[in-house]
T-cell receptor, first 112, second 110 residues
Framework: EAQVTQNPRYLITVTGKKLTVTCSQN?????MSWYRQDPGLGLRQIYYSMNVEVTDKGDVPEGYKVSRKEKRNFPLILESPSPNQTSLYFC???????????FGPGTRLTVL | GIQVEQSPPDLILQEGANSTLRCNFS?????LQWFHQNPWGQLINLFYIPSGTKQNGRLSATTVATERYSLLYISSSQTTDSGVYFCAAVSGGGADGLTFGKGTHLIIQP
C-alpha cells in the first residue's frame, strides 16, 4: 500500500530532551516536507526537501532540523524541545513540489 | 506568498443536505488540493485540482484558475462528512510547500 508513515504517533516529553520524529514514504517521491498544525494558526510548513540534495526552510523552521540522506526518509529533529513546539506534526510527500501531496497520519507532540 | 481564504468558516447542516465550500487564492497556482481532516486529526486527500472539474461519488470540485477560486460540493451529506475541510495551494512561482486556508468546520446533524 502506498503510504507515508510517521513515528511515533504520540509523544510526551520534557523541555530540552532531544527527539526525532521519523517519516518514511514508499512511493519513490522526490519531494518531502514537514508541517505543524496549531489552533488559530492553521497548518504551516517547517522544512521541505526537493530531493536528496536540496533541503530548505519553510515558514517556521526555528528550533527544528531535518535530514535527507536517502529518498524515502525525512526525519524531523528537535534538538532542544520547548513547550511552544507542542503541536500536531505532519509529514508529506509528492512526486514534485507541484504534484499532489500525500500526508502521514500525524504525530501529536507535547513538550512539558 | 500566496493567500488562501476559505468560506464559510463554520457550517451546520442536517443529514441529506447539500453544501458548497469556497476557496479563494491570491495568485496563480501549480497545485490546489482539498482535504478533509477527520475527528482523529488525519488529513484525507479529496481532490488534486489546479484547474477544471472532478467528481468522486458525492463529492465534486471545480477550480477556475483564471478567476482564482475553487469550490467543493458535497451532496446528500452524511454524519461521517463532519470535520474540517481545507483548501491548500502552491503558487505558480514557488517551490515551497502548500499554503493552507483556515478551513471550513462542517457539522452534519442526524
Amino acid at each position: 500500500e502506498a503510504q507515508v508513515t510517521q513515528n511515533p504517533r504520540y509523544l510526551i516529553t520534557v523541555t530540552g530532551k532531544k527527539l526525532t520524529v521519523t517519516c518514511s514514504q514508499n512511493m519513490n517521491h522526490e519531494y518531502m516536507s514537514w508541517y505543524r498544525q496549531d489552533p488559530g494558526l492553521g497548518l504551516r510548513q517547517i522544512y521541505y526537501s526537493m530531493n536528496v540534495e536540496v533541503t530548505d526552510k519553510g515558514d517556521v523552521p526555528e528550533g527544528y532540523k531535518v535530514s535527507r540522506k536517502e529518498k524515502r526518509n525525512f526525519p524531523l529533529i528537535l534538538e532542544s524541545p520547548s513547550p511552544n513546539q507542542t503541536s500536531l506534526y505532519f509529514c508529506a510527500s509528492s512526486l514534485d513540489y507541484y504534484n499532489e501531496q500525500f500526508f502521514g497520519p500525524g504525530t501529536r507532540l507535547t513538550v512539558l | 506568498g500566496i493567500q488562501v481564504e476559505q468560506s464559510p468558516p463554520d457550517l451546520i447542516l442536517q443529514e441529506g443536505a447539500n453544501s458548497t465550500l469556497r476557496c479563494n487564492f491570491s495568485d496563480s497556482v501549480n497545485n490546489l488540493q482539498w482535504f478533509h481532516q477527520n475527528p482523529w486529526g488525519q488529513l484525507i486527500n479529496l481532490f488534486y485540482i489546479p484547474s477544471g472539474t472532478k467528481q468522486n461519488g458525492r463529492l465534486s470540485a471545480t477550480t477556475v484558475a483564471t478567476e482564482r477560486y475553487s469550490l467543493l460540493y458535497i451532496s446528500s451529506s452524511q454524519t461521517t462528512d463532519s470535520g474540517v475541510y481545507f483548501c491548500a495551494a502552491v503558487s505558480g512561482g514557488g517551490a515551497d510547500g502548500l499554503t493552507f486556508g483556515k478551513g471550513t468546520h462542517l457539522i452534519i446533524q442526524p
